[in-house]
């Protein structure tokens, strides 16, 4: 599935906004925010991000539980990840499915993104796919844990 261009990918969390996989091609004079505010149109998420919110976009969708991925192949071959608090059993998946896609990448870095009690956020950067993958089960956990309770009727 890995396309070998600079591409957004989007995987929602299932449990907010159960929609397939948001894919697209950046083209030449293009930009990641173009996608990204189409996909907030798309389904009525009500971003209005403007020319200057690149580096900002991908961080509110990560924050609103979406895996967001961005790939870049202008000057290097680079992905980035935008990790949200909790990963639902399909984003993991994609990315159990996906990683070793990404492998002949000259970079791959990960923003792992914690919602804090005042209503800001804590951003925790990894660059190891190794390390990530550890990351990734762990969110997945608490992710099943906060589902499970929810289902037996406790507040957590």
Not at 20 to 32: I, T
Request: aromatic residues 14%.
């Amino acid at each position: 599935m890995f396309k070998i261009r600079n591409c957004l990918y989007i995987i929602s969390n299932e449990d907010r906004l159960n929609v397939p996989m948001f894919f697209r091609v950046v083209k030449k004079d293009e930009h990641h925010l173009k996608y990204m505010q189409e996909f907030s149109d798309n389904y009525n998420l009500g971003y209005k991000f403007g020319n200057n919110d690149s580096n900002i976009a991908p961080v509110m969708l990560a924050l609103d539980g979406n895996l967001v991925v961005k790939t870049s192949f202008e000057y290097m071959k680079m992905a980035i990840f935008y990790i949200p608090e909790l990963v639902t059993n399909s984003q993991k998946e994609w990315f159990d499915n996906n990683i070793k896609g990404f492998e002949n990448c000259d970079y791959v870095g990960f923003s792992n993104f914690t919602l804090l009690e005042n209503g800001n956020f804590r951003e925790e950067r990894i660059e190891s796919v190794t390390q990530e993958l550890e990351i990734i089960k762990k969110r997945n956990a608490n992710y099943l844990n906060k589902i499970s309770g929810k289902e037996k009727g406790h507040v957590r």
